[in-house]
């Protein structure tokens, strides 16, 4: 079936550098795509969000990048802090309104001192 | 701190007991979602209510029942569950509108082990 997928499922940067996390979707119908960030005996929590009608949007110290032709997503972090270290979900909402999302299987940021 | 409270925040049962988990968000959000994950996987949609009806139930089993009593509250009904049950259960809620995309906000889960 369709999913969206990661590509690497641990990433260790220095902290200070940026960090890129990308995410392939393969649903074509997918309008509105979201990144979570959910630390250890939490909840996912909001980072940022786009729309299928965006290819780029920032936020505080992060940018979130839409490439529909490719269906690839990303997630920029400037100048990494050790409170960065979390796993990462990307998730797409393809139905609009009040639906379920389909996340990612998740990276692991890691930020070596 | 989240928006969205889920109690209890650990939950031990037996295969026999029943038990239900609750969730609970003033946001004025109309949609509500449980979610399942299990360890080092991403979180899996069961059930979304929309206005305080069930809009999408993904084939879950009957041992889990969902009730919204009111739009600020989401329970989940649990009886009869098994082993490959026990799983972190984490509640959302999101604003909703016909053709309208808004963030899911999440609890911090209740954290489900079945003996």
């Known amino acids: 079936g369709e999913s969206v997928g990661l590509h690497l499922p641990t990433l260790s940067v220095q902290e200070g550098d940026n960090s890129i996390i990308n995410c392939a979707y393969s649903n074509s119908a997918s309008d509105y795509f979201i990144w979570y960030k959910q630390e250890s005996g939490k909840g996912p929590q909001f980072i940022i969000d786009i729309r299928s009608n965006m290819d780029k949007r920032q936020g505080q110290r992060v940018t979130v990048l839409l490439n529909k032709t490719v269906k690839h997503l990303s997630l920029q972090i400037a100048a990494t802090q050790p409170g960065d270290s979390a796993v990462y979900f990307c998730?797409?909402?393809?139905?609009?309104?009040?639906?379920?999302?389909?996340f990612g299987k998740g990276t692991h940021l890691i930020i070596q001192p | 701190d989240t928006e969205v409270t889920q109690t209890p925040k650990h939950l031990v049962m037996g295969m026999t007991n029943k038990k239900s988990l609750k969730c609970e968000q003033h946001?004025?959000?109309?949609?509500m979602y449980w979610y399942k994950q299990k360890a080092k996987k991403p979180p899996e949609l069961m059930f979304v209510y929309s206005y305080e009806k069930l809009s999408i139930n993904e084939s879950v089993p009957s041992r889990f029942s969902p009730e919204c009593p009111n739009s600020s509250l989401l329970n989940l009904h649990l009886h009869a569950l098994q082993p490959e049950d026990s799983a972190l259960y984490l509640c959302a809620s999101s604003r909703t509108g016909p053709d309208s995309n808004q963030p899911q906000h999440f609890g911090d889960g209740t954290r489900l082990s079945i003996l």
């Open positions: 998730a797409e909402n393809s139905g609009g309104g009040a639906d379920g999302l389909t």
């Open positions: 946001m004025g959000h109309r949609a």
